[in-house]
């Protein structure tokens, strides 16, 4: 057997074996001295056994290969040292040698320094003179037989979690859709994103993203069944494929695939809770949540012969089910319904239109005031961006904010609205005569991470002239959830310049309490969904208990959403010092903030033509 990749050459194996087809063509008979000394010359390993395998002969190379001497090889069973899954294959490729036909193939033999494969082609030789048996010719093929498992595994392996890549799961689940018999099954499918992973690469690096995805792979592995494969797809994508045994059911096949629609549901689930659990990074518990989409293929509808398309179209519902889990608000799984191919249709139309909406001036700002709810005075407001599209009209801040934080138009829309924001308020400012309002403006998780958030701030401070103080940044419990260290640091220099940062949605996050103290804020926005149950005893004693920390904080607290002059009521009992929502005024354009703040201060004979005076004052400055 030839232990380098050059063998066998000269007089070695090649030249043996074109010698032995001449001798056994018959071009003249050999005596055992000669043929042993032509097998001495070979590299290849030679032996000769009966058809039984029992060793007559064998060349000096087998020490090489198994580590003993020839003659310790004599008298000896071949099958001692052929591993036994081959041990069928090389008696048939003997047997098929004494026939006459042409016999080789690769096979396994145990060694001294473990498992080898050998290439082996037998000879039958019993007839020739000095030889006297069946020829084995083999030759060591481990090393390329390593290299083409190592292609091979490459091809259908993820490099960065040892996961089945995208190629290879098409191909097992077109094999299993088109199976027949007992191989056939009904199929399921998990599509799991990563919400947050580009906020862990932007923010903390991408070893620390490889870390993530290697943890969440780590974490699924264990969900899966005796069938079942987990594969990743991409980036931040994987997969759950869920191979089913066909149970028959006597109601028909609706209600079978409708368990199988269950059991899928109940896969993503408790893949959404393993991939939500902290991850250790740079010394801190980082939280990634991930969107799942579910969509599934019951045998019965399978077992066409296009297995590729069945698989296409299982990722395309996937898909399509996991955008809707996205644009519902991340952190779940929705399961596809033909319904959902239209409005992944529009939503990819709402994308494209959308990334071109500032440039053309689509995108406007809108205003809610809050008011001091011990003396009902306008003392800030809350921009809003609103979008009017040509053709759809007024598209809701609920449908195009998703889609604006899912594509990256949020980093444009935001720096719009900021730059807007400041230079109303100096407009306000002229129109008014009032320069103690401040402006709040939103920021989401995508800008949270954006590298140039705090430049930005300051230079369009700078460019408006106005004071930091007069700016409010509102971010989410979301917005910071994914890196709580890395946004408090960002919120900090904001802050170190003067500008303030309010805590929006309060109350809705899951950890709100236990890492309020940490961050560096000024503002405390208390959800609406507090205020809509002040009539009850315990909702209005959380209030409460919320206004009271904030305070013990020396923290501003607002209340949102008040709508009546009962949920006002309660919130100025419970201690909130400021209030915003449709009781006091709705989001409105600039020129409806300017008539509303003059209303306050005149006499309302007077205050239309006051306002309209400062307004043309204003805009001709």
């Known amino acids: 057997m030839s232990t380098g990749p050059g063998a066998p050459g000269?007089?070695?194996?090649?030249?043996?074996?074109?010698?032995?087809?001449?001798?056994?063509?018959?071009?003249?008979?050999?005596?055992?001295?000669?043929?042993?000394?032509?097998a001495r010359e070979a590299t290849d390993v030679v032996l000769v056994t009966d058809v039984a395998g029992v060793v007559r002969?064998?060349?000096?190379?087998?020490?090489r290969a198994l580590g003993v001497r020839p003659e310790d090889l004599l008298g000896r069973d071949c099958f001692d040292w052929i591993d036994p899954r081959d041990a069928p294959a090389v008696r048939a490729r003997i047997a098929g040698a004494v026939a006459g036909s042409t016999a080789a193939g690769e096979h396994r033999i145990r060694t001294s320094t473990g498992t080898r494969w050998v290439e082996v082609r037998f000879s039958d030789a019993r007839a020739v003179p000095g030889v006297g048996g069946v020829v084995w010719n083999c030759r060591d093929v481990t090393r390329a037989r390593e290299q083409a498992d190592a292609l091979r595994a490459a091809a259908h392996t993820d490099a960065l979690t040892g996961l089945t890549n995208r190629r290879r799961l098409v191909q097992l689940v077109a094999e299993a859709a088109t199976a027949a018999g007992p191989l056939r099954r009904d199929l399921g499918l998990v599509l799991l994103n990563l919400d947050g992973l580009k906020l862990v690469n932007d923010s903390l690096g991408h070893r620390c993203g490889d870390e993530v995805v290697r943890t969440a792979a780590r974490r699924l592995r264990p969900l899966?069944?005796?069938?079942?494969?987990?594969?990743?797809?991409?980036?931040?994508?994987?997969?759950?494929?869920?191979?089913?045994?066909?149970?028959?059911?006597?109601?028909?096949?609706?209600?079978?695939?409708?368990?199988?629609?269950?059991e899928v549901e109940r896969l993503a689930a408790r893949a959404l809770r393993e991939v939500a659990?902290?991850?250790?990074?740079?010394?801190?518990?980082?939280?990634v949540t991930a969107s799942a989409g579910t969509a599934v293929a019951p045998a019965a509808a399978t077992g066409t012969p296009d297995g590729e398309e069945v698989a296409s179209g299982l990722l395309r519902e996937a898909d399509v089910a996991l955008r809707e889990a996205k644009q519902r608000g991340g952190a779940r799984a929705v399961a596809f319904r033909p319904g959902l191919r239209e409005a992944a249709s529009q939503r990819e139309a709402l994308a494209a239109d959308l990334r071109s909406a500032v440039e053309r001036g689509q995108v406007r700002v809108e205003y809610q005031p809050q008011v001091d709810l011990a003396t009902g005075r306008v003392v800030g407001l809350e921009a809003l961006a609103r979008w009017h599209h040509p053709a759809r009209g007024l598209v809701p801040p609920g449908v195009f904010v998703p889609v604006a934080e899912?594509?990256?138009?949020?980093?444009?829309?935001?720096?719009?609205?900021?730059?807007?924001?400041?230079r109303d308020l100096r407009h306000l400012d002229a129109a008014t005569g009032r320069t103690d309002l401040e402006v709040g403006v939103n920021v989401s998780g995508r800008q949270l991470a954006d590298p140039s958030l705090v430049e930005t701030v300051l230079e369009q401070l700078r460019a408006s002239g106005t004071a930091p103080h007069r700016l409010?940044?509102?971010?989410?419990?979301?917005a910071l959830v994914t890196d709580l260290d890395a946004g408090s640091d960002v919120l900090r220099r904001l802050r170190e310049q003067g500008v303030r940062v309010a805590l929006d949605d309060f109350g809705t996050g899951w950890s709100s309490l236990s890492y309020l103290r940490r961050l560096p804020v000024d503002v405390l926005k208390i959800d609406k969904s507090f205020v809509d149950d002040h009539g009850d005893r315990a909702a209005v004693a959380l209030l409460g208990g919320i206004a009271s920390l904030s305070s013990a904080l020396d923290l501003l607290t607002v209340a949102e959403g008040v709508e009546?002059?009962?949920?006002?009521?309660?919130?100025?009992?419970a201690g909130c010092g400021w209030g915003q929502g449709y009781l006091w005024a709705r989001p409105m354009?600039?020129?409806?903030?300017?008539?509303?703040?003059?209303?306050?201060?005149?006499?309302?004979?007077?205050?239309?033509?006051?306002?309209?005076?400062?307004?043309?004052r204003t805009t001709t400055a």
């Open 10 to 38: 000269g007089v070695g194996g090649a030249w043996l074996r074109h010698r032995q087809r001449r001798l056994l063509r018959g071009a003249g008979a050999v005596s055992g001295a000669v043929y042993e000394a032509l």
């Open 57 to 63: 002969f064998a060349s000096p190379a087998v020490v």
């Open 224 to 262: 899966l069944g005796p069938a079942d494969v987990l594969a990743r797809l991409d980036g931040d994508e994987f997969v759950l494929l869920h191979r089913a045994e066909v149970q028959e059911d006597p109601e028909g096949p609706e209600p079978a695939a409708e368990r199988l629609r269950r």
């Open 277 to 287: 659990r902290p991850v250790e990074l740079q010394g801190r518990p980082t939280v």
């Open 406 to 422: 899912e594509t990256g138009s949020v980093l444009d829309i935001g720096r719009h609205v900021l730059a807007r924001a400041l």
């Open 472 to 478: 409010v940044l509102e971010v989410t419990e979301s």
């Open 564 to 573: 009546d002059e009962a949920a006002a009521a309660a919130v100025r009992a």
């Open 589 to 616: 354009p600039l020129e409806r903030v300017v008539e509303h703040l003059l209303a306050e201060d005149a006499p309302a004979s007077a205050a239309g033509a006051g306002a309209q005076n400062r307004l043309e």
